[in-house]
């Protein structure tokens, strides 16, 4: 599957201006991101020690400059539809540049995972959705020492993920290749504590919390859940009112275009928090 794997039906998808006065009422309910008042310490640093780092990582340029690359590129390659869930696929065109243009993540959101990683140095890091591997390179860029494996399901796209890979060196990247619902539970059947996961793969609610329910298994005191576009539909605003009430789920953190939730028991009740970013 995949962002680049799946054909999104419109009808699921909120506007634009929809999706405008959404983001006018997130902001006026969000906090304003300084950490003024915040009485949760976990939240704090995250807030002042990554939240607002403006450093300019040297990877960040190395990745910008492939993605600059990469929306030039005209070459046309195939992309499989395994529709949402389902085992079949059909094929359609698309061109790296479009790809690029339309559903890879922002720089800004590709550098807080990237300063995440590098804040909180998880050891194995999954993500659902590698697409070209933009995000990819920013979350394996930010720990070299870690694991990082991210799963795609149409194979002309992964492999030229992993051709993005060499291009930038990494050696830390293990692509998977195929439907989430084969690939997921074989990988989590070999593997132990997903310290940080990355979870972009299918915009519907049913899927995320599969996912979310069979990464629940292998979540520990310190791992870290980033769910992407959890404002982007309806259904994908329900998906996100029920993985933040978890029962697991000690702490979340709604930044519109992501939302993160932390599992870690030092925090002595739920806490939500919606942050400007």
């Known amino acids: 599957m995949g962002k680049t794997g799946i054909v999104f039906n419109q009808q699921y998808m909120y506007s634009l201006p929809q999706l405008a006065l959404r983001y006018l009422q997130y902001r006026l309910r969000a906090s304003n991101g300084r950490g003024h008042g915040m009485h949760s310490p976990f939240v704090f640093d995250f807030i002042t020690r990554v939240l607002n780092d403006r450093s300019l990582y040297p990877a960040y340029k190395d990745i910008e400059s492939l993605r600059h690359q990469l929306k030039q590129d005209r ?102 290749e195929g439907n989430f619902e084969v690939t997921l539970p074989a990988f989590l059947e070999t593997t132990g504590v997903i310290d940080f996961a990355f979870i972009d793969g299918n915009h519907r609610k049913e899927p995320t919390l599969r996912y979310f329910e069979q990464l629940l298994a292998h979540q520990g005191n310190e791992s870290i859940f980033i769910f992407d576009d959890i404002h982007w539909s309806a259904e994908m605003e329900e998906a996100w009112e029920i993985i933040r009430k978890h029962p697991s789920v000690q702490c979340s953190i709604d930044l519109f275009f992501i939302g993160i939730v932390v599992f870690r028991k030092e925090f002595r009740e739920k806490q939500q928090f919606e942050i400007r970013f």
Not at 108 to 130: D, S
Not at 135 to 164: C, D, F, H, Q
């Open 75 to 176: 070459q046309v390659i195939g992309v499989e539809d395994f529709g949402a869930g389902s085992v079949y696929r059909s094929q359609q065109q698309r061109s790296i540049g479009s790809i690029v243009r339309n559903a890879a993540k922002p720089a800004k959101y590709g550098q807080l995972l990237h300063r995440m990683v590098k804040y909180f140095q998880p050891a194995n890091i999954l993500e659902l959705g590698t697409s070209l591997g933009i995000t990819s390179a920013y979350l394996a860029t930010a720990a070299p020492g870690s694991r990082v494996v991210t799963m795609e399901g149409a194979s002309e796209i992964a492999s030229r993920a992993r051709k993005n890979f060499s291009m930038l060196g990494l050696k830390n990247v293990q692509v998977v």
